[in-house]
């Protein structure tokens, strides 16, 4: 199974981004999917993450209001993170990730996701 995130870019503050991410190469249905950044010089930290069924979502409470997860309606393997009133310290590289195994409920622990994809640049200008 592979992980494709797609819809970084450059942004003014206070501008908007949906990164999308696609999975492949398999029929698997993920337990968890999650949003992962890391900003220069900083650990990767939890952004959001929801269950398959999409009856729970969960967040960053630093970034609860501002961001939001979601699952395509059609190809319910694509996940989407839309990124509002974006700030200068929003910028990192955002990463997908994928729990396939472990089933961790509300989990916001890297090392609980056992498939990622390669990240997506996210810039924001002040």
């Known amino acids: 199974v592979q992980l494709q995130a797609s819809g970084g870019g450059l942004v003014q503050a206070g501008g908007s981004l949906r990164l999308a991410c696609a999975t492949s190469?398999?029929?698997?249905?993920?337990?968890?999917a999650a949003w992962f950044r890391q900003a220069p010089g900083k650990e990767r930290e939890f952004v959001a993450a929801?269950?398959?069924?999409?009856?729970?979502?969960?967040y960053s409470e630093s970034l609860k209001g501002r961001f939001a997860i979601s699952r395509d309606h059609t190809v319910k393997t694509t996940v989407y993170l839309q990124m509002n009133n974006l700030k200068p310290e929003d910028t990192g590289v955002y990463y997908c990730?994928?729990?396939?195994?472990?089933?961790?409920?509300?989990?916001?622990?890297?090392?609980?996701?056992?498939?990622w994809g390669q990240g997506t640049q996210v810039t924001v200008s002040s």
């Open positions: 990730a994928a729990d396939f195994e472990s089933n961790t409920d509300h989990s916001t622990q890297a090392g609980d996701y056992d498939s």
């Open positions: 190469g398999g029929t698997l249905i993920w337990h968890n």
């Open positions: 929801m269950r398959w069924r999409g009856d729970r979502k969960w």
